[in-house]
């Protein structure tokens, strides 16, 4: 009688389905640093795997779709997620971008002020000759 070795069957298995699972997920990170168009047929090339096999994958399904519709959902061509902009950032660039403008304005009223001046100063002197 032959031994049962199915454990070696059952454990190579288990070590390809996490090998696979593992190149979906590595492609999927590659093309949102990228910012390449993910779709599943990309996916599918790119870590070499079916894409009925990503359709099985409830996880790597659900994050395929999510960043294929954060694509969609933004104008123009996807920016890589290293170059995306977060909530806070922008509203830091937004004060920064006020306080700038307040500057300026500052600026611009104590240049007219001194505009005036000036040109008060050239004109008494044209009048009194």
Same mark, same amino acid.
């Given at each position: 009688?032959?031994?049962?070795?199915?454990?070696?069957?059952?454990?190579?298995?288990?070590?390809?389905?996490?090998?696979?699972?593992? /190149?979906?997920?590595?492609? @999927?990170?590659?093309?949102?640093?990228?910012?390449?168009?993910?779709?599943?047929?990309?996916?599918?090339?790119?870590?070499?795997?079916? %894409?009925?096999?990503?359709?099985?994958?409830?996880?790597?399904? $659900?994050?395929?779709?999510?960043?294929?519709?954060?694509?969609?959902?933004?104008?123009?061509?996807? @920016?890589?997620?290293?170059? %995306?902009?977060?909530?806070?950032? @922008?509203?830091?660039?937004?004060?920064?971008?006020?306080?700038?403008?307040?500057?300026?304005?500052?600026?611009?009223?104590?240049?007219? /002020?001194?505009?005036?001046?000036?040109?008060?100063?050239?004109?008494?002197?044209?009048? $009194?000759?």
């Amino acid at each position: 009688m032959h031994a049962d070795n199915s454990h070696h069957l059952i454990a190579a298995a288990q070590r390809r389905h996490e090998t696979t699972r593992a /190149k979906a997920t590595q492609a @999927l990170r590659d093309l949102d640093r990228e910012g390449g168009a993910v779709t599943f047929q990309i996916v599918a090339q790119k870590a070499q795997v079916s %894409r009925s096999w990503l359709y099985t994958q409830p996880d790597i399904c $659900a994050e395929i779709r999510r960043l294929r519709d954060v694509q969609r959902g933004s104008a123009g061509a996807s @920016l890589p997620a290293s170059q %995306r902009s977060t909530e806070a950032s @922008l509203l830091r660039r937004l004060e920064v971008a006020n306080a700038r403008v307040r500057d300026l304005t500052t600026e611009n009223q104590r240049l007219r /002020k001194q505009l005036e001046h000036v040109l008060g100063q050239l004109r008494a002197s044209t009048m $009194a000759r």
